[in-house]
């Protein structure tokens, strides 16, 4: 089997996506070939944003790999799964333009894994795969019958959706290390969240673990990378000595939540690479904090969401910290590592007069803290599902409207005015057009 995996050429005009829209590595299509290369199948990873490719030259470029399957992704890479764009328009205009020239089509992504029919009918690929992708795809790469694959939607030949049931979780623990193109990472110039100085050299991004052992209400992790698991150390650390050979200079760890673990950072400790993570302030002891920046830590998005107790219990944040609890970690923090943010969510248990004099004593002492962000009800989130229920095909759209119709402003970090979703995914439909 020869697969072509591709990261399209992404863009969000109009859209409310949180995400950082520099080209970043496309893990999730990493750890894909590296598992089909694994038991003899040939693999190739098309990127747009990192290869320079828009989508016409895109499609070319996999037409002439004449590819058996053709494996495309809806959000840009997994760091990013749980803040994705609502829209689809990006992996649809690649498809059109690949047309019929890709073999087996199949997407991967947090549309599926929460929407498999209308991700299906949005694309017109042949089909979806439900949660963690990279051992599903090797699954349809072996040539399975579908039916017996767990966790991927496609179309029978009455044309009636088929669902093999829901989401899969990978194995993770003992992912091999992922190898990138020299040229991807000499071109890949951009920090993610680095704010310190400017950046020297290139960047890259790794991933340490997948999911979080906590269930905060907005957190749209249901439906994939939701169970905590820890990379092994062995893998981990060969990957990112393979990054560092290859002129890596910053590393970003896409953990959904970058927990203490002494081992790696007395590994990194001895490794000149920088690196920035996202974590909760409230799980590190000033012991381990001056460790982490000793390692080369040098951002942390730390989760705070709220400023009271009533807030965060109406978040599910389970956080034993008061709030100058956490204010007195973020500080040490910042004495350890250059940069320190803590992300605010707008609530209405937070009186707008307290969050700005606590950004402001924050900021005083070095500490960033963003414009309380309002909540997108994600349909992998239990937000969502405490208002509506399970997701349908019209959950997007119904998330969508709601965030429209609930919100006067915007955040400091997102499109000021967010187009309907209906204009987004103007050129989505039934089929391949």
Not at 216 to 229: E, L, M, T, V
Not at 285 to 304: R, W
Not at 343 to 357: G, K, Q, R, S, W
Request: charged share 25%; aromatic share 8%; net charge negative.
């Amino acid at each position: 089997m020869r697969a072509a995996l591709v990261n399209p050429d992404w863009s969000f005009e109009g859209s409310i996506y949180f995400g950082c829209r520099e080209a970043h590595l496309p893990l999730e299509l990493g750890a894909s070939r590296v598992l089909l290369e694994a038991v003899g199948h040939e693999a190739r990873i098309f990127d747009g944003p990192l290869s320079g490719l828009a989508d016409a030259a895109l499609a070319e470029a996999v037409a002439a790999y004449a590819p058996d399957m053709t494996v495309v992704t809806t959000a840009p890479t997994y760091l990013f799964w749980r803040c994705a764009q609502p829209e689809l328009r990006v992996p649809r205009r690649f498809l059109d333009a690949l047309a019929d020239r890709g073999g087996v089509t199949v997407a991967v992504g947090p549309h599926g894994s929460a929407t498999p029919g209308a991700t299906l009918r949005k694309l017109g690929v042949d089909i979806v795969v439900r949660g963690e992708c990279e051992e599903t795809v090797v699954r349809l790469a072996s040539g399975t019958e579908l039916g017996a694959i767990p966790g991927i939607a496609f179309s029978d030949p009455s044309g009636a959706l088929r669902v093999t049931g829901g989401p899969q979780a990978a194995r993770f623990v003992d992912l091999p290390a992922l190898d990138w193109p020299e040229e991807w990472i000499a071109r890949h110039r951009h920090h993610h969240h680095r704010f310190d100085r400017p950046p020297e050299g290139p960047g890259a991004e790794v991933e340490a673990s997948r999911g979080c052992p906590y269930t905060c209400s907005f957190c749209a992790k249901i439906d994939f990378r939701d169970a905590y698991r820890k990379r092994d150390l062995a893998p981990l650390l060969e990957e990112i000595d393979g990054l560092i050979a290859k002129g890596a200079r910053y590393l970003y760890f896409i953990d959904e939540i970058f927990l203490p673990r002494k081992p790696l950072l007395e590994a990194l400790v001895a490794r000149d690479v920088d690196f920035g993570i996202q974590t909760r302030i409230d799980l590190w002891n000033p012991e381990m904090l001056d460790l982490l920046g000793e390692a080369g830590c040098v951002s942390i998005e730390a989760g705070v969401e709220s400023l009271t107790v009533e807030g965060r219990a109406a978040l599910d944040k389970r956080c034993r910290m008061t709030t100058d609890e956490l204010a007195e970690r973020l500080v040490h923090a910042r004495r350890r590592v250059p940069f320190v943010q803590a992300n605010l969510i707008a609530t209405v248990e937070d009186d707008p007069a307290l969050v700005a004099d606590w950004r402001e004593r924050m900021q005083a002492a070095g500490v960033w803290a963003n414009d309380p962000v309002p909540l997108y009800p994600y349909p992998s989130s239990p937000d969502y599902r405490r208002l509506w229920g399970e997701p349908d095909d019209e959950a997007w759209e119904r998330a969508h409207d709601h965030y429209l119709a609930a919100f006067e402003r915007w955040s400091d970090i997102q499109e000021q005015r967010p187009a309907p979703l209906k204009d987004l995914e103007a050129c989505c439909g039934t089929g391949p057009a």
